[in-house]
């Protein structure tokens, strides 16, 4: 992560102890469509490998479901208001980061 972000959601997979970081924007120019890990046992940043993400945006809805995948509703990008549903289930692969 380089930059600060605003209007991003955050969402914390308990039984993990995962904190799941997505989009926003840096408060100018720049919207993201990262999905940050952090594990809350390490306090360490880890990689997350996606097979599919949702198109970048910010002030969107994020929750964890109760099969451990993030639903992501919603939100706005520099062309649209968004009013999609974007669901990750099991299609993210965790590594431990070197940051």
Do not use: Q, Y
């Not at 993990?16 to 306090?43: A, E, P, Q, R, Y």
Request: hydrophobic letters at 40%; one cysteine or more; aromatic letters at 8%.
């Amino acid at each position: 992560m380089n930059s600060p972000l605003c209007a991003h959601t955050a969402v914390i997979d308990t039984p993990n102890n995962i904190l799941f970081v997505f989009g926003g924007w840096d408060g100018n120019l720049t919207i993201f469509d990262d999905m940050l890990g952090f594990d809350l046992s390490t306090k360490k940043w880890i990689n997350l490998h996606l097979k599919s993400k949702p198109v970048r945006r910010f002030s969107h809805c994020c929750v964890l479901t109760d099969r451990g995948g993030l639903m992501i509703l919603g939100g706005v990008n520099e062309h649209d208001d968004l009013g999609d549903l974007f669901l990750l289930s099991h299609d993210i692969r965790v590594e431990e980061s070197s940051r």
